[in-house]
């Protein structure tokens, strides 16, 4: 697969992400502790866990939106919470961020969502914007008609194609995914699952993939890390992951859905190798 | 260096450096210099040494879909070259969408229209309304079982309790200014007393319950439509019917009740105040004693001037709550949308108030109470 010689090649480089001894805490309750995770050039890092283990926390943690009780967090080679408000906002402009309620722009059409930021940073014309924004739209598998819809009118599965449109908008650097298949048909999740790698393959970014869905771990994650007693259990390879001693790890990767997604990966593989 | 991107030998094409959104302005005004040459020439992207999905738009834009699809296929390496795909195929629907109706008259007769219509659906939506919250309020009225009390004591708390000292203090200030106002006019006819009949007879009559009911309004409507949009756009609304229960008698209800609890109370405050205000003005610079002022008070205003104005509070504190919790339910998902019913119900609550505070002035005097 292209995916695994990509991640094989650069896997010598610095990570553009580096966590490292993580705290994070909402009063008393204990999200992370202790907590590493580091994020290599080009590769889909899958991040796993049960509801409610902190994948989420993790993310705005990384992203900047939470200060972290303790602990550092290195991206594209600087510090951010050492950075000042300029600095910051220069390393901010090479994410991009799909959140788990897609939080579009509620005021704003779809074209408009993508635009927003091609117009802000890339200093395109507005028409310019536009137009790309409607590629970009229809990359994510949206039909044209729906770039003029405002996102209270749309169905989950469009928000979450929007949302990705958005994230994809400048051709960022590194991007963060939150629960990117959850309420999409499995059609379109095997498609976003393709569009993902394909994307990555030609601009090689870096992706932080937090997911239930354990056909995108099989179709499109290099490494996965598990999220489990506030701290990152395991991060490596899918087949690595999967023997680790652990019981949810085991319940997850070899129960009923685990298995079945195994069986379909090994099928499509070794029917491409015919 | 504008043919950085484009080179031409011997009539072929070649494409070359960065193709990426940085350079979009440059390489948007060479694709369209080259697009006609592009359409019957050979063209090859082997130069390319970056690749974004802008500039894969620009390379499809340039070349047609299908004859991208194949040069990507001959000339690029095959990351790229899935990228190129993909942006084309993303290119082949249609993608632009049909401009808007520009004719400007008839924007503007169709906006004048929308809003006469949407001006009258807004009345009959508040009448039905109010009769849905009528009826609501009754069909409940003997069944204390279902009263909200812990609901309606928290509102009457937060709308009627917190706004005491902002009532008191504004209603204090203008029957301050009423006083002196009444001062200056009556001195030239050397009736400086009647002072204590004006203040009195405003704010027992209108002040007081007014003043309260403009405060409640902007405290206490824009809260009530805010938190009703919130729950609205969060879909908490629709949860609520979903599972069988009644949103008029669960959210509604309590809130329009503290309201008819709060403003009455709230009036007295501003009538109580004003007085004050009004004492303070002619005690401290109009030479009137306070006992002067009371013995005034006894004898000149009737009981009926306070009741009159007491009797306006239920009617307003209805028609704030109500339009406060019905611009809440109108609210769409967006954020814009919370913005402007929470304007719109401030707008209207207090214009409904003024409006019935005028009729009720007609009436009460044709009745001569
Ligand atoms: N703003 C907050 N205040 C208090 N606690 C919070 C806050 N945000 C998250 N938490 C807690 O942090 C923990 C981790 O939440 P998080 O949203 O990261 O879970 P998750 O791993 O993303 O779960 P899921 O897979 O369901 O999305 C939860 O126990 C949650 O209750
Ligand atoms: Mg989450």
């Given at each position: 697969?292209?995916?695994?010689?990509?991640?094989e090649?650069?896997?010598?480089?610095?990570?553009?992400?580096?966590?490292?001894?993580?705290?994070?805490?909402?009063?008393?309750?204990?999200?992370?502790?202790?907590?590493?995770?580091?994020?290599?050039?080009?590769?889909i890092?899958?991040?796993v866990?049960?509801?409610?283990?902190g994948?989420?926390?993790?993310?705005?943690?990384?992203v900047?939106?939470?200060?972290?009780n303790g602990?550092?967090?290195?991206?594209?080679?600087?510090?951010?919470n050492?950075?000042?408000e300029?600095q910051r906002?220069?390393v901010?402009r090479?994410?991009?961020?799909?959140?788990?309620?897609?939080?579009?722009f509620?005021?704003?059409n779809?074209?408009e969502?993508?635009?927003?930021?091609l117009i802000?940073?890339?200093?395109?014309?507005?028409?310019?914007?536009?137009?790309?924004?409607?590629?970009?739209?229809?990359?994510?598998?949206?039909?044209?008609?729906?770039?003029?819809?405002?996102p209270e009118s749309?169905?989950?599965?469009?928000?979450?194609?929007?949302?990705?449109?958005?994230?994809?908008?400048?051709?960022?650097?590194?991007?963060?995914?939150d629960?990117?298949?959850?309420?999409?048909?499995?059609?379109?999740?095997?498609?976003?699952d393709?569009?993902?790698?394909?994307?990555?393959?030609?601009?090689?970014?870096?992706?932080f993939?937090v997911?239930?869905?354990l056909?995108?771990?099989?179709a499109?994650?290099d490494?996965?890390?598990?999220?489990?007693?506030?701290?990152?259990l395991?991060?490596?390879?899918?087949?690595?992951?999967?023997n680790?001693?652990d019981?949810?790890?085991?319940?997850y990767?070899?129960?009923?859905?685990?298995?079945?997604a195994?069986?379909?990966?090994?099928?499509?593989?070794?029917?491409?190798?015919? | 260096?504008?043919?950085e991107?484009?080179?031409?030998?011997s009539?072929?094409?070649?494409?070359?450096?960065?193709w990426?959104?940085?350079h979009?302005q440059a390489?948007?005004?060479?694709?369209?210099?080259?697009g006609?040459?592009?359409?019957?020439?050979?063209?090859?992207?082997?130069g390319?040494?970056?690749?974004?999905?802008?500039?894969a738009?620009?390379i499809?834009k340039?070349?047609g879909?299908?004859?991208?699809?194949?040069?990507?296929?001959n000339s690029?390496p095959?990351?790229?070259?899935?990228l190129?795909?993909?942006?084309?195929?993303?290119?082949?629907t249609p993608?632009?969408v049909?401009?808007?109706?520009?004719?400007r008259?008839?924007?503007a007769?169709a906006?004048?229209g929308?809003?006469?219509?949407?001006?009258?659906?807004?009345?009959?939506?508040?009448?039905?309304?109010?009769?849905?919250?009528?009826?609501?309020?009754?069909?409940?009225?003997?069944?204390?079982?279902?009263?909200?009390?812990t609901?309606?004591?928290?509102?009457?708390?937060?709308?009627?309790?917190?706004?005491?000292p902002?009532v008191?203090?504004?209603t204090?200030?203008?029957?301050a200014?009423?006083?002196?106002?009444?001062?200056?006019?009556?001195?030239?006819?050397?009736?400086?007393?009647?002072?204590?009949?004006?203040?009195?007879?405003?704010?027992?009559?209108?002040?007081?319950v007014?003043l309260?009911?403009i405060?409640?309004?902007?405290?206490t409507?824009s809260?009530?439509?805010?938190?009703?949009?919130?729950?609205?756009s969060?879909?908490?609304i629709d949860?609520?019917?979903?599972?069988?229960?009644?949103?008029i008698e669960?959210?509604?209800l309590?809130r329009?009740?503290?309201?008819?609890?709060?403003?009455?109370l709230?009036a007295?405050?501003?009538m109580?105040?004003?007085?004050v205000g009004?004492?303070?003005?002619a005690t401290?610079?109009?030479?009137?004693?306070?006992?002067q002022f009371m013995?005034?008070?006894?004898?000149?205003?009737?009981?009926?001037?306070?009741l009159?104005?007491?009797?306006?509070?239920p009617?307003?504190?209805f028609?704030?709550?109500?339009?406060?919790?019905?611009?809440?339910f109108?609210?769409?998902?967006?954020?814009q949308s919370?913005?402007?019913?929470?304007?719109?119900s401030v707008?209207?609550?207090?214009?409904?108030?003024?409006?019935?505070?005028?009729l009720?002035?007609?009436?009460?005097m044709?009745?001569?109470?």
């Amino acid at each position: 697969m292209v995916a695994t010689t990509q991640a094989e090649n650069e896997q010598d480089e610095q990570p553009v992400i580096t966590v490292k001894g993580l705290v994070n805490r909402f009063g008393s309750v204990i999200v992370h502790e202790d907590l590493d995770l580091t994020l290599k050039q080009g590769e889909i890092l899958g991040v796993v866990g049960g509801s409610g283990t902190g994948k989420s926390v993790l993310l705005r943690s990384i992203v900047g939106l939470k200060r972290p009780n303790g602990g550092t967090i290195d991206v594209l080679g600087s510090r951010l919470n050492e950075l000042n408000e300029q600095q910051r906002s220069q390393v901010e402009r090479r994410f991009g961020v799909l959140f788990q309620r897609g939080a579009l722009f509620s005021s704003l059409n779809l074209q408009e969502n993508v635009a927003l930021p091609l117009i802000e940073h890339a200093k395109l014309s507005r028409k310019d914007a536009e137009y790309l924004a409607r590629i970009k739209l229809s990359l994510v598998g949206l039909p044209a008609k729906a770039a003029l819809q405002f996102p209270e009118s749309l169905s989950g599965g469009m928000v979450k194609r929007a949302a990705l449109a958005r994230a994809l908008a400048l051709d960022p650097d590194i991007l963060f995914l939150d629960e990117p298949t959850a309420g999409l048909d499995p059609i379109g999740a095997a498609a976003f699952d393709q569009l993902l790698v394909t994307l990555r393959d030609a601009l090689g970014f870096s992706v932080f993939l937090v997911t239930h869905d354990l056909d995108t771990l099989y179709a499109a994650c290099d490494r996965v890390a598990v999220l489990s007693q506030k701290r990152v259990l395991v991060a490596d390879t899918l087949e690595n992951v999967a023997n680790t001693d652990d019981e949810w790890v085991q319940a997850y990767f070899n129960g009923p859905r685990g298995r079945a997604a195994q069986y379909a990966a090994n099928a499509s593989t070794s029917g491409l190798k015919e | 260096m504008p043919n950085e991107w484009i080179t031409r030998e011997s009539g072929n094409l070649s494409l070359q450096h960065e193709w990426t959104l940085v350079h979009y302005q440059a390489l948007t005004s060479l694709v369209a210099r080259y697009g006609d040459t592009a359409k019957n020439h050979a063209v090859s992207l082997g130069g390319i040494t970056q690749l974004d999905t802008a500039g894969a738009a620009l390379i499809v834009k340039l070349l047609g879909i299908e004859n991208a699809k194949q040069q990507a296929a001959n000339s690029l390496p095959t990351k790229q070259q899935a990228l190129l795909v993909r942006v084309a195929e993303a290119m082949e629907t249609p993608l632009d969408v049909e401009p808007a109706n520009n004719n400007r008259i008839v924007d503007a007769l169709a906006t004048v229209g929308q809003q006469m219509v949407g001006l009258w659906s807004q009345q009959r939506q508040l009448l039905a309304f109010i009769g849905l919250v009528l009826a609501t309020l009754f069909s409940l009225l003997f069944r204390p079982h279902r009263w909200r009390f812990t609901a309606t004591i928290a509102h009457i708390h937060s709308s009627g309790l917190n706004a005491v000292p902002i009532v008191a203090l504004l209603t204090f200030m203008v029957g301050a200014v009423v006083a002196f106002l009444g001062a200056t006019v009556l001195q030239d006819f050397g009736a400086t007393v009647y002072t204590i009949d004006l203040v009195a007879f405003s704010f027992l009559r209108e002040f007081g319950v007014l003043l309260a009911a403009i405060l409640l309004a902007g405290r206490t409507a824009s809260a009530f439509t805010a938190q009703l949009g919130a729950m609205k756009s969060n879909e908490e609304i629709d949860a609520l019917q979903a599972q069988g229960l009644d949103p008029i008698e669960l959210l509604v209800l309590p809130r329009v009740i503290a309201l008819l609890i709060s403003l009455p109370l709230l009036a007295f405050v501003g009538m109580l105040s004003g007085l004050v205000g009004g004492a303070m003005v002619a005690t401290l610079s109009l030479d009137i004693s306070i006992s002067q002022f009371m013995t005034t008070l006894q004898k000149d205003v009737s009981v009926s001037h306070f009741l009159v104005g007491l009797s306006k509070a239920p009617v307003f504190a209805f028609v704030i709550g109500v339009i406060g919790c019905l611009e809440g339910f109108k609210v769409s998902g967006s954020a814009q949308s919370v913005g402007s019913h929470t304007t719109s119900s401030v707008v209207q609550s207090i214009f409904m108030v003024i409006l019935i505070d005028a009729l009720a002035a007609l009436f009460f005097m044709e009745l001569g109470w």
